[in-house]
C-alpha cells in the first residue's frame, strides 16, 4: 500500500512535470510560429505593397473606363454566361414570365417596375423612368445603394466589364430597346 501511494505521489509529481514540460514544448511550437508567420507576411507583403502600385494601376484603369468604352467591347454571349447569376431569379425569355424577379424580356427602355403581373418593391415602384444602359450600370454594380429598399437580394457585379457584358446580352434580348450608347 505504502509503496503503492509513494508510487502514485512520485507519479503525480512525474506526471505535472511531464504535463508542464509538455505545455512549455506545445508553446513554444505555438507561439514561435505566428511571429515567424508574421515575419514571413511582413515580408511577403512588403514586396507586395511594393508591387501595390503596379497591380493597382490597371484596376484603378479599369475603375476608369467609362460605360460607352466598356459596351464597345463587351460580347453578348459572355453577358449570358454571367447572366445565369441572374437566372435563378429572371428570364430574358418573354414567354417563362416572372420568376421570384420580373421578366427581364425587353427590359432595355423599358419603364422601370412595370413587367405585368409582377409585385414590385415601393423603392423600385418610385424609382421610375426607364432602364437605360447607364441606369443599369449603376443598379448592377449595387442594387441596394442604386435603388435604396428595392428587393433584388444580388450583391451586385463589381466589374464594368461584367455589367457591360450583361448590358449587351439584355440588349439583344430587349428588341423594342433603342440603340447603346457606344462609342
Ligand atoms: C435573388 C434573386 C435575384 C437575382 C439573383 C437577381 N435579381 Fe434582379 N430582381 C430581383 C427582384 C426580386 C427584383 C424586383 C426588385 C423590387 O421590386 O424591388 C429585381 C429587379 C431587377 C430589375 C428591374 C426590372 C424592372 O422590371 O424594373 C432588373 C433590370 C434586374 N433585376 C436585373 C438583374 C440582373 C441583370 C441580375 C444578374 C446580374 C439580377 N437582376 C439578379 C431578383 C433578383
Redesign the pocket.
Known amino acids: 500500500m505504502d509503496s503503492f501511494t509513494i508510487n502514485k505521489i512520485a507519479g503525480a509529481i512525474l506526471g505535472t512535470f511531464l504535463f508542464l514540460f509538455a505545455i512549455q514544448l506545445v508553446s513554444e511550437l505555438i507561439f514561435p510560429e505566428p511571429e515567424s508567420h508574421q515575419t514571413g507576411h511582413d515580408e511577403a507583403e512588403a514586396p507586395a505593397d511594393g508591387a501595390a502600385p503596379d497591380a493597382a494601376a490597371p484596376v484603378a484603369a479599369a475603375a476608369e473606363i467609362d460605360l460607352p468604352t466598356a459596351l464597345a467591347s463587351a460580347n453578348a454571349d459572355t453577358g449570358g454566361k ?2 445565369k ?2 437566372a ?3 428570364s430574358v425569355t418573354a414567354a417563362d414570365g416572372n420568376k ?5 424580356h425587353d ?1 432595355m427602355g ?6 405585368a403581373g ?4 415601393p ?3 418610385s ?1 421610375g423612368g426607364v ?1 437605360t444602359a447607364e441606369r ?1 450600370n449603376k ?2 454594380t449595387s ?1 441596394k445603394e442604386a ?1 435604396p ?6 450583391a ?2 463589381k466589374k464594368i466589364t461584367e455589367r457591360a457584358d ?1 448590358i449587351l446580352f ?1 440588349q439583344v434580348n430587349s428588341p423594342k430597346a433603342p440603340p447603346l450608347p457606344v462609342k
Open positions: 454571367i447572366f447569376k441572374c435563378a431569379c429572371h421570384i424577379g420580373p421578366n427581364l427590359v423599358r419603364k422601370v417596375a412595370s413587367a409582377f409585385a414590385y418593391s423603392a423600385m415602384t424609382f432602364w443599369l443598379y448592377l442594387p435603388v429598399g428595392n428587393k433584388m437580394a444580388f451586385g457585379l450583361v439584355l
